[in-house]
Nanobody, 124 residues
């Protein structure tokens, strides 16, 4: 049975760093692109970053470009999101999702599997 499990969230001060992990099981991991999304309180879910199945292509939302880095280790069936220079506006529940498309956009219908999310809170 397929599963995506996010971890690594927590409370961090502004300017700090966190690394999120998305561990997959139950499907052929390197066939799937993985996207990170986030949902802040009272707001809709937005796309943050995406990486192709091979890891050769990546994309970032303008709001995180230069601060976040996405990567994957297909041997470990895991995708990472390194988040640096965190800001209070990065506070959200972060979700990973898997897509059969080579390089999906951030339209949610393009994703086949979703994780349950991990909370990231940036506050002093």
């Amino acid at each position: 049975q397929w599963q995506l499990v996010e971890s690594g969230g927590g409370l961090v001060q502004p300017g700090g760093s966190l690394r999120l992990s998305c561990a997959a099981s139950g499907f052929t991991f390197d066939y799937y692109a993985i996207g990170w999304f986030r949902q802040a309180p009272g707001k809709g879910r937005e796309g943050v970053s995406c990486i192709s199945g091979s890891g050769g292509s990546t994309n970032y939302a303008d709001s995180v470009k230069g601060r976040f880095t996405i990567s994957r280790d297909n041997a470990k069936n895991t995708v990472y999101l390194q988040m640096n220079s965190l800001k209070p506006e990065d506070t959200a529940v972060y979700y990973c999702a898997a897509s059969m498309r080579t390089m999906p956009t951030y339209r949610e219908y393009e994703y086949d599997y979703w994780g349950q999310g991990t909370q990231v809170t940036v506050s002093s």
